[in-house]
């Protein structure tokens, strides 16, 4: 396999594997995808391992005693210790869930169940005063639910705020940080402007006044080595579709006793430890929180995912995005009236790069990019907040990953100019 000026693997090769984007558009025009960001396109090796189980295991994962059950749940099973194994935990300590976005609402979920009646879980509940820290750059699904929790508890509802460069304000952090905050909640990589949090540094002054640490990977599983012991996490979520795996599969990651200590969010059969007319009991996690059939092709896709990711090895997918980011920033420093909104240097940033074009709306350059076949999203990108900050109505947002290439990037500089000379 050839290599990269990054040293590892050919963007070219790689692509092979991917059959959507070897389409083209309606005008006939070759597709530039670059908006991974958003949702990341699938190898034909996910898309084999899914259609491989409904072709030879379709059966209901722990249900039945029949030979197509068991296989279902051994694939199952088999994907989760794998899944888990990609972030550095155990499979008792991930459960499987629809998506990211649903993995916090269990968790704030959890703590927000004043009337689940086991002790063991009082630290995990709010109360008024207690308060929960977020930062300004998250993503909705990272925030509103904190929101929504703070107003059902009366607990208050803080955030650490961003630098005109797009960095977390790390002297507020401290001042911020206190004996009441019950958890703090951020994004390991900003979906709108790239930005790599200090991570470690944040959970360890978190957990030094007793706080607990839920960090929202979608942006960065996908894309670096991710180890959540080495993050000092207490909960982790991410999505497989963010990562080349199925729509309608994520993960929350969350230590053994929390786990533990946590009520069920959503009931029904396969969770069930023992059930009368009066009352149930709930399985151990992770099955507590997994009621239904559980989603085993999506799983299986999911693991295929990782075993793909691996093949390619997690620093070689980062030096590879790395090398794009540089470039891109360098050819868009060569536009004057494009302003980039967040980090301008490949230091402590992703592959996702948010800018402004002056004299054009957002949603102007991303129909003209559209016309030339490339790719990018327009809007707020689901963090508004960020857009206030700046004071910007939206941006145009190009998100590269492990099929991009430099032709990618020259493409969406030249799609920039046209845009520049049909609207400014």
Not at 196 to 207: E, L, T, W
Not at 264 to 292: K, N
Request: hydrophobic fraction near 40%; include cysteine; aromatic fraction near 6%.
């Amino acid at each position: 396999m050839g290599t990269t000026p990054s040293g590892g693997f050919d963007p070219e090769t790689v692509k092979k594997d991917f059959p959507l984007l070897q389409r083209r558009t309606r005008d006939d025009q070759p597709l530039v995808y670059l908006d991974s960001a958003a949702t990341a396109q699938k190898p034909l090796q996910v898309l084999d391992a899914e259609r491989d189980f409904y072709l030879t295991r379709n059966g209901a994962a722990h249900r039945g005693a029949h030979q197509l059950a068991e296989a279902a749940t051994e694939t199952y099973e088999s994907a989760r210790e794998t899944v888990a194994g990609f972030i550095g935990g155990a499979p008792d300590e991930l459960v499987f869930t629809k998506n990211a976005t649903e993995a916090v609402n269990l968790v704030a979920y959890a703590m927000g169940n004043t009337a689940y009646a086991g002790s063991e879980s009082a630290h995990l509940r709010l109360a008024p005063g207690d308060e929960i820290l977020v930062t300004e750059m998250e993503h909705h699904a990272n925030l509103v639910p904190w929101q929504q929790l703070s107003q059902r508890t009366g607990a208050t509802l803080r955030w650490i705020p961003l630098t005109a460069d797009g960095r977390l304000d790390d002297t507020a952090v401290d001042r911020l940080l206190n004996k009441r905050t019950r958890l703090v909640a951020l994004t390991h990589q900003s979906n709108v402007l790239g930005t790599v949090n200090p991570v470690a540094s944040i959970a360890a002054r978190a957990h030094a006044v007793g706080a607990l640490v839920l960090v929202d990977a979608a942006q960065s599983v996908a894309h670096q080595r991710v180890d959540v012991t080495a993050l000092g996490a207490d909960f982790l979520v991410f999505s497989a579709h963010k990562m080349l795996g199925p729509l309608g599969i994520g993960a929350l990651w969350g230590r053994r006793e929390l786990l533990d200590a946590m009520p069920p969010f959503l009931t029904g059969g396969s969770m069930i430890e023992h059930v009368t007319m009066e009352r149930t009991t709930f399985l151990p996690p992770p099955q507590r929180f997994e009621p239904g059939v559980p989603p085993a092709p999506q799983a299986a896709g999911f693991a295929a995912a990782v075993h793909y990711l691996r093949a390619l090895g997690m620093d070689a997918v980062q030096a590879h995005e790395e090398h794009l980011t540089r470039t891109a920033l360098d050819q868009l420093a060569q536009i004057p009236e494009v302003t980039v909104i967040g980090p301008t240097t490949t230091e402590d940033r992703g592959a996702t790069v948010s800018f402004t074009l002056d004299g054009v709306h957002p949603h102007d350059v991303g129909d003209v990019l559209d016309d030339l076949g490339i790719a990018v999203r327009t809007g707020h990108h689901c963090a508004r907040p960020i857009c206030d900050r700046y004071n910007i109505p939206a941006t145009t947002r190009a998100s590269f990953y492990l099929y991009n290439t430099e032709d990618d990037i020259t493409a969406l500089s030249d799609g920039i100019r046209a845009a520049l000379h049909r609207y400014a």
